[in-house]
């Protein structure tokens, strides 16, 4: 346990005098620019996203259902189906905005929370497993001054995107106190699950498992608000008003705003600081108060590959269930998608787009199959990246130096990274499969085709790794969430298709219902092992980092 509950960080080289001057906060204001100014491209890109999101949802909404009449079957028609609700809750009015509301609450907050997680664990422990919180410490610097710097770097990043979420929407034609009440709602998402992160940073052991905690909090917090809303036909259910996204829905943004609701945001969030700051005096700098238990040196862990599989199982496991149980719900939607669509040509159009020509039950199982599979390409970088992690912890030099060569080592976590993909896509297809309760073969098919475009974007990961390991995590984040852009907003906002065939995923074919092109599915396969081979002929060439 730490020897310092109060007070300055431990430190190298420093006096006690220069201790004696600091308070816990000391040098927060300083670590605060600090974060700002190394997420100056993260945050923004992160707001973009979000709020363009916002943005072309709306144009698309007022194109797709200009009238009043249109909007209130829209409404109807989703508050009647359990499993739409239980996707994006009901439908609260028949305004543009309260579409707007329906369609991006949940998901906008969702994304608000990622980026806030991200924030706070990347400027707490991933700063300590780094060793660079140490370098720091040896100026004065409070101990509470690290946690504090980066909560409010997350809520700097939180509240401007709710200043943009109301200045796009307002231009969208959608302003008014309820743009105010969506944008504040989100932000307040962002801002609870920050501090839920913080939470999180000083129970476990590393900055991953900090994240996954953050993570399955959030998505248990999204099926307490799903089966919440499954579960009603008329009034928010019990359920609904225990989760923060079922808070975002009570918000009633464009319905009769609930101000009184953002009270619940504050108060959580204020709970959870509490609790994070009064753990943070009682654990040791780069550990946390659930300590980690040494495993056994010998078996299948002594090999890289067993030791890339036991670093990586746990993330293989939750993304492999997550996948099955969203596939599940997707593949329940589809009986219904005629009935979503009715008879709104443009709607049609679009799904066609992003799914093929066929039938549109067809088109909408392929449209959800190539959904998960961009989602899927997140799993493949973060996987694929896992190298780099370890080589800057300073933990992939003793494996090294034990006799693992550089290619096994990376091969260990590469093998879990491209085969593991097949995992996750083959239980989404599964799942939905399942969901829909037909032509298993078909459906299934239709996840494992994506897999050639999401092995190219891990091996856009590899190559960074390997020839560029400083840009390798922003810029290979940067291509995944790219592509995701383009698939999930181009087709709704008529991007022209130049643009489009940027993404790999765009040449794939669209099953079930669209003719298998194995030409592309090669080409791809074999862009992204040239990708792989140059990525590690390029990692055996330079120097590991520490």
């Known amino acids: 346990m730490t020897s310092a509950a109060?007070?300055?960080?431990?430190?190298?080289?420093?006096?006690?005098?220069?201790?004696?001057?600091?308070?816990?906060?000391?040098?927060?204001?300083?670590?605060?620019?600090?974060?700002?100014?190394?997420?100056?491209?993260?945050?923004?890109?992160?707001?973009?996203?979000?709020?363009?999101?916002?943005?072309?949802?709306?144009?698309?909404?007022?194109?797709?259902?200009?009238?009043?009449?249109?909007?209130?079957?829209?409404?109807?028609?989703?508050?009647?189906?359990?499993?739409?609700?239980?996707?994006?809750?009901?439908?609260?009015?028949?305004?543009?905005?309260?579409?707007?509301?329906w369609r991006m609450g949940g998901f906008g907050a969702g994304l608000a929370a990622v980026m806030s997680l991200i924030v706070v664990v990347r400027h707490t422990r991933e700063e300590e497993e780094t060793g660079r919180q140490e370098m720091l410490s040896a100026a004065p610097v409070g101990r509470r001054a690290p946690l504090t710097a980066a909560l409010l770097a997350a809520a700097?990043?939180?509240?401007?995107?709710?200043?943009?979420?109301?200045?796009?929407?307002?231009?969208?034609?959608?302003?008014?106190?309820?743009?105010?009440?969506?944008?504040?709602?989100?932000?307040?998402?962002?801002?609870?699950?920050?501090?839920?992160?913080?939470?999180?940073?000083?129970?476990?052991?590393?900055?991953?498992?900090?994240?996954?905690?953050?993570?399955?909090?959030?998505?248990?917090?999204?099926?307490?608000?799903?089966?919440?809303?499954?579960?009603?036909?008329?009034?928010?259910?019990?359920?609904?008003?225990?989760?923060?996204?079922?808070?975002?829905?009570?918000?009633?943004?464009?319905?009769?705003?609930?101000?009184?609701?953002?009270?619940?945001f504050a108060a959580g969030t204020a709970a959870l600081l509490a609790l994070a700051s009064a753990l943070a005096g009682r654990r040791d700098l780069g550990s946390g108060l659930f300590a980690t238990r040494p495993g056994a040196a010998s078996g299948r862990i002594a090999t890289p590959y067993g030791l890339a599989l036991r670093l990586q199982r746990g993330s293989l496991a939750g993304w492999t269930v997550s996948f099955a149980v969203v596939g599940l719900v997707f593949g329940r939607l589809a009986d219904g998608a005629a009935d979503l669509v009715g008879g709104n040509e443009r709607t049609r159009e679009i799904i066609a787009r992003m799914g093929g020509a066929a039938g549109l039950t067809d088109a909408f199982l392929a449209a959800m199959a190539q959904m998960l599979g961009m989602v899927a390409a997140l799993y493949v970088v973060s996987s694929a990246l896992r190298p780099l992690a370890e080589e800057s912890g300073g933990r992939a030099e003793p494996v090294l130096?034990?006799?693992?060569?550089?290619?096994?080592?990376t091969g260990g976590h590469l093998l879990i990274a491209f085969g593991g993909s097949v995992l996750v896509m083959g239980a989404g297809g599964l799942g939905l499969a399942a969901g829909y309760g037909h032509r298993l073969p078909a459906v299934l098919g239709?996840?494992?085709?994506?897999?050639?475009?999401?092995?190219?974007?891990?091996?856009?990961?590899?190559?960074?790794?390997?020839?560029?390991?400083?840009?390798?995590?922003?810029?290979?984040?940067?291509?995944?969430?790219?592509?995701?852009?383009?698939?999930?907003?181009?087709?709704?906002?008529?991007?022209?298709?130049?643009?489009?065939?940027?993404?790999?995923?765009?040449?794939?074919?669209k099953l079930p219902g669209g003719d298998l092109r194995a030409a592309a599915l090669i080409a791809l396969t074999a862009v992204a092992a040239a990708l792989v081979v140059a990525g590690l002929a390029a990692l055996r060439r330079r120097d590991l980092r520490g």
């Open 446 to 509: 239709a996840a494992l085709v994506q897999l050639p475009a999401i092995w190219l974007l891990g091996g856009v990961a590899v190559l960074l790794y390997g020839a560029a390991p400083r840009i390798a995590a922003a810029a290979s984040w940067g291509a995944a969430g790219f592509c995701l852009a383009l698939g999930w907003i181009g087709p709704a906002v008529d991007l022209p298709q130049a643009v489009l065939d940027v993404s790999p995923y765009t040449h794939l074919p």
């Open 156 to 264: 700097v990043a939180d509240l401007a995107l709710a200043a943009l979420v109301v200045l796009l929407l307002s231009a969208a034609g959608c302003g008014g106190p309820g743009a105010y009440a969506l944008g504040l709602a989100v932000a307040g998402t962002g801002l609870l699950f920050a501090a839920t992160a913080a939470v999180a940073a000083q129970l476990t052991g590393g900055a991953r498992a900090a994240k996954g905690v953050t993570a399955a909090a959030l998505g248990a917090a999204f099926v307490v608000k799903a089966a919440g809303d499954a579960a009603s036909t008329g009034a928010f259910a019990a359920l609904t008003r225990l989760s923060p996204f079922g808070w975002v829905e009570n918000t009633r943004a464009y319905a009769t705003e609930r101000w009184w609701v953002l009270l619940l």
């Open 6 to 101: 109060s007070g300055a960080l431990p430190r190298t080289g420093s006096g006690d005098t220069s201790a004696a001057r600091s308070g816990p906060f000391t040098g927060t204001l300083a670590l605060l620019r600090l974060a700002l100014r190394r997420d100056r491209v993260l945050i923004p890109v992160w707001l973009l996203a979000i709020g363009g999101s916002f943005a072309s949802v709306a144009g698309s909404f007022a194109s797709l259902y200009p009238t009043v009449a249109d909007r209130a079957a829209l409404a109807a028609t989703t508050n009647a189906n359990g499993s739409l609700r239980a996707l994006y809750g009901p439908v609260l009015g028949d305004s543009a905005g309260a579409l707007v509301s």
């Open 401 to 409: 130096v034990a006799g693992a060569g550089r290619t096994a080592w």
